[in-house]
Nanobody
Framework: QVQLVESGGGLVQAGGSLRLSCAASGRTFSDSLMGWFRQAPGKEREFVAAITWSGGRKYYTDSVKGRFTISRDNAKNTMYLQMNSLKPEDTAVYYC??????????????????WGQGTQVTVSS
């Protein structure tokens, strides 16, 4: 059984930083695409970032480019999202996701077959 466990969320002031972690277990994730989605109250789930198995390709939504950095440590089966210069509009529940058979639509939530339970990020103004 695959488990994705997020941690690192919390409350931070605008301009601050947080680092999210996602620990994966239950199987190996070679060749998988891992990523983050977020969902704010009353809004649809939104793609944030994704990273290939090798780490050679990283994808970001425009609103976080230059502020967020995605990375992964395959030896630890763990993925990270370093979030800097946080804004109130970054407030959301952040979900760790895995696509074990990645295609081309890295920003489509239907592409991902494993989801974590989510971690709350709240940015105060």
């Amino acid at each position: 059984q695959v488990q994705l466990v997020e941690s690192g969320g919390g409350l931070v002031q605008a301009g601050g930083s947080l680092r999210l972690s996602c620990a994966a277990s239950g199987r190996t994730f070679s060749d998988s695409l891992m990523g983050w989605f977020r969902q704010a109250p009353g809004k649809e789930r939104e793609f944030v970032a994704a990273i290939t198995w090798s780490g050679g390709r990283k994808y970001y939504t425009d609103s976080v480019k230059g502020r967020f950095t995605i990375s992964r440590d395959n030896a630890k089966n763990t993925m990270y999202l370093q979030m800097n210069s946080l804004k109130p509009e970054d407030t959301a529940v952040y979900y760790c996701v895995v696509d074990s058979h990645p295609g081309l639509r890295y920003n489509d939530p239907h592409e991902y077959n494993y989801w974590g339970q989510g971690t709350q990020v709240t940015v105060s103004s």
